[in-house]
Structures are given as structure tokens and as C-alpha cells.
């Protein structure tokens, strides 16, 4: 990376690809980055309620499904509406919502991997209800 | 203070590094006012759209955290019915649908209202505003009509802590776009009294930002709450 005089000016070459006012983008490549990713998050939603429904995925397995699509969608959300992108003015941006996505992760992953610990060591409702008379 | 930067010849300005902390804003050729600051990457510091964008983005990942809790709270007690009713029996997937349609259809508006204030089109700003919160408003008229047969039909907050955590979790989501609603309203009256100035055009970025993330949020409760929920 030389000091080339494109990569010193400012909304120059340093500009996000998905951000809104980006100079080279027309309204028409705007609009239609809109509505791919609504086609993207209505499939994806479809595709939700369908598995939701359905009989022919083995029950145990589908909200590890639903934990996926929800996933994914939330991925497009995060790249065709809000222009979450790997430019380089979106660096924070990125590092931010990395460090969001790990404290909902211990703080979700944490609360339902302790409270079923505490659930398999608790003496049952009826014992207990024996105990305390 | 005269030897700025008509000092410096050609040559070295071009080998100035970038990304190099610390690089004289000045001496790479902007006005040659020789501020020393440090942490000014490439092109000076970053716009102030790009960081008042940062900044609101630190609020919303905030709120979100927020509602992990809610949604730890409300995962770890969705099987808790205390022998009242559960998800299954409470749940209508159809309506679900329907309020998922509406926000994810206001949220694509609200991205329409982005890309007419980029090119300052006064009409479609205000059409496209004015649709998200029809939208949004069928949305929370849905959330209320549920809310009120559920209480009705004896399924109250009060009933279970699963019914607890629910009124919780998708209230407080309801909550949010209420404010959301409000806030869209004065964008609208902003933006129709003062143009498109840069400050107004800001507060327009946030409230995208704000009313996009409102709808991931939507994502993660449908599929937790109402479909994981539904099978239990």
C-alpha cells in the first residue's frame, strides 16, 4: 500500500461499497440493493415459518433450523439494510458489533446452559413439598 | 509555523504512509494547517455522518444486549406454565406471519425514505415515511389485539413466568416501536419545515439505523419466541 494520492483522499476510494451516499452508486443500484435483500429476508422468513410447520424435518432438529435461518436473515439484515460492510471506514463499525454479538452470546448461551444445570440438581417438586412439611 | 507545507516536496508527500498513527494532517497536504493529532488515518478524520453513524450504532448494539437478557429470561423460562396455557395453545402462527410481513415491508420503505433523502426528493422522503409508519402502526395494532385477547382469555402477565417473560420481551419490543413511531413523526415534521440539512440528514441516518435494527430484533423474537415457542 503505497501513499498513492487516490488512497489520500477522503471519499475517494475510501468510501464503504453499501454506503447510502456513496457517489458511485445511482438510485437505481440503491433501490435495488433494498430489494434484494427484501427477496432475501422474505424467502428466509418463508422458509422459517415452513420448517416451523412442517412434518418432514425430524422434530428434534428444527429450532436448530430455525436458530440458522434466523441467523442468516439477521446477516442479511445486517449487510443489505443497515451496509455493514468490510470497507475500511466500517472497521469500527464491525469491531462493535463484534463485541455485541459475544456478549449476547455468554449472556443467552450462559443463562440457558446454567439454569438446566440448576434444573437437573434440584431435588423435584414433590420431594420437596415432602421436606418441607 | 511558515515551514508547512510548501516545505515538503512533492515526492516525500506521496511517500507518506497512511495508515501510519500519528501523520501530521497538515503535512499531507490539507490546508497545511499542521495539526499533529494522532489517530488520523487516511483523508483525516472520518466524516462526521461515518461517526455520528458509530456512535448510534454503540447505542443500538447496547439495546440489544438488553434484550438478551429478556431473551435469556425468557428462553430459560418458556416451559414454565405453572399448568396454565403454553405457546402451543396460546400462538396464532398466521397472525405471526402477518406482523412479520408488516415490519419486514416497513423496514424496505424505511430503506426507500434512505435513498430519496440521498438525492434530497422531498415527495418520495415523505411517502416513503409515511408508509413505514402506516406499517408499523398495523404492526402494533396486531401486537395490542393479541396482547388484550391473551389477558382477556385469563393468559396475563400474571398467570406464568412464562407468560411474564412473553408480556416482557415482545412489550418491550412493542415499546420500541412505539418510540420508533414517534420519532418517525418528528422526521417527517423535520424534514418537511427545515430540508435536507446535513444535521437533519444525520438524524434521518440514526433513525434508519434504528428502525432496521428494530426489525433484526423482530427476527430473533419470531423465531424464539412465537415458532420455537409454538412447538413447546
Redesign the interface.
Known amino acids: ?5 487516490e ?6 476510494s ?1 468510501v464503504a461499497p453499501g454506503v ?2 456513496a457517489p458511485e452508486e445511482t ?1 437505481r443500484e ?2 435495488g440493493g ?2 434484494l ?2 427477496v432475501f ?2 424467502l428466509l ?1 418463508i422458509a ?2 415452513y ?3 412442517t412434518n418432514l424435518i425430524w422434530a428434534p432438529s ?2 436448530i433450523a ?2 440458522v ?2 441467523i442468516a ?2 446477516g442479511i ?2 449487510a443489505f ?2 451496509h455493514i460492510t468490510t470497507a ?2 466500517n472497521t ?2 464491525i469491531l ?2 463484534a ?2 454479538i459475544l ?2 452470546v455468554l ?2 448461551a ?3 446452559w446454567i ?1 438446566d444445570h440448576l434444573n437437573q440438581n434440584m431435588v423435584p417438586m414433590d420431594q420437596m413439598m415432602q421436606m418441607q412439611r | 509555523m511558515s515551514t508547512s507545507s510548501e516545505a515538503v516536496p512533492q515526492r516525500h ?7 501510519r498513527l500519528g501523520r501530521g494532517y497538515g503535512a ?2 490539507y490546508g497545511g494547517r499542521g495539526q499533529d493529532a494522532t489517530g488520523r ?4 478524520p ?2 462526521k ?2 461517526i455520528v ?2 456512535g448510534f ?2 447505542f443500538l ?2 439495546d ?2 438488553m434484550f ?2 429478556f ?3 425468557h ?2 423460562l418458556q416451559t414454565a406454565t405453572a399448568g396454565g396455557p403454553s405457546g402451543r395453545d396460546l400462538f396464532d ?1 398466521s397472525r ?2 402477518l406482523e ?2 408488516f415490519l ?1 415491508a416497513s ?2 420503505t424505511c ?2 425514505s ?2 430519496a433523502s ?2 434530497r426528493n422531498q415527495l418520495w422522503t415523505q411517502v416513503s415515511l409515511l408508509v413505514t409508519g402506516v406499517l408499523g402502526t398495523c404492526f402494533l395494532a396486531l401486537e395490542a389485539y393479541e396482547f388484550t385477547n391473551m389477558i382477556r382469555s385469563g393468559a396475563g402477565p400474571q398467570t406464568s413466568a412464562f407468560l411474564s417473560s412473553f408480556f416482557a420481551v415482545v412489550g418491550l419490543h412493542g415499546c420500541h416501536v412505539t418510540a420508533g413511531l414517534l420519532w418517525l413523526g418528528t422526521m417527517m415534521a423535520q424534514v418537511f419545515v427545515k430540508g435536507f440539512r446535513p444535521n437533519i440528514q444525520r438524524r434521518l ?1 440514526c433513525f434508519n ?1 434504528f428502525w ?2 428494530l ?2 430484533i423482530w ?2 423474537l ?3 419466541v412465537y ?2 415457542g ?2 413447546r
Open positions: 500500500m503505497s501513499g498513492r494520492r488512497d489520500l483522499e477522503p471519499n475517494g475510501d447510502i451516499d438510485v440503491k433501490i433494498y430489494l435483500g427484501l429476508a422474505t422468513t422459517s415459518f420448517v416451523a410447520g428444527i429450532p430455525l436458530a435461518l434466523a436473515q439477521i439484515h445486517l439494510f443497515l475500511p471506514d469500527n463499525n462493535a458489533l463485541f455485541g456478549i449476547v449472556v443467552v450462559g443463562s440457558l439454569m | 508527500r506521496r511517500d507518506i504512509d497512511p495508515y499531507a497536504g488515518g487516511a483523508g483525516g472520518a466524516s455522518r461515518v453513524g458509530f450504532w454503540i448494539l447496547s440489544i444486549v438478551s437478557a431473551f435469556a429470561a428462553a430459560v402462527p405471526v406471519a412479520t410481513a419486514l423496514s424496505f430503506g426507500m434512505a435513498v440521498s438525492v441516518l439505523l432496521h435494527t426489525d433484526i427476527v430473533a419470531f423465531t424464539i415458532l420455537i409454538g412447538g
